[in-house]
């Protein structure tokens, strides 16, 4: 069993930054790859960015390449979400997730461990 908590979210205006964490208890993050995805009202829940377990190599969506960017520290158990030049748009609930290795990164398949979500409010 793994749990996964968030924190970080908050309100923020239009172009600046927040770094979400997740951080983990019951298992360490060895041999997990590890996600972010996010949900707005009335949407569907999307893929953010994820993280492999070997060689940390890093997936991200189209539509925050370049601005957020994943990373780990498996000494603590954590994962991290900086992003940067925030916009409306990216406003939601952000999940952290937990999943094999071998998993489809991009997808909700991939992962067997949720967080609770934490709020991210961008104002214009």
């Known amino acids: 069993q793994v749990r996964l908590v968030e924190s970080g979210g908050g309100l923020v205006q239009a172009g600046g930054s927040l770094r979400l964490s997740c951080a983990a208890s019951?298992?360490?993050?060895?041999?997990?790859?590890m996600g972010w995805f996010r949900q707005a009202p009335g949407k569907e829940r999307e893929f953010v960015a994820a993280?492999?377990?070997?060689?940390?190599?890093?997936y991200y969506a189209d539509s925050v390449k370049g601005r957020f960017t994943i990373s780990r520290d498996n000494a603590k158990n954590t994962v991290y979400l900086q992003m940067n030049s925030l916009k409306p748009e990216d406003t939601a609930v952000y999940y952290c997730?937990?999943?094999?290795?071998?998993?489809?990164?991009?997808?909700?398949?991939?992962?067997?461990?949720w967080g609770q979500g934490t709020q991210v409010t961008v104002s214009s």
């Open positions: 997730a937990a999943g094999s290795e071998y998993g489809p990164k991009r997808s909700e398949r991939g992962y067997d461990y």
């Open positions: 019951g298992r360490t993050f060895s041999g997990y790859a």
């Open positions: 993280i492999a377990w070997s060689v940390s190599s890093t």
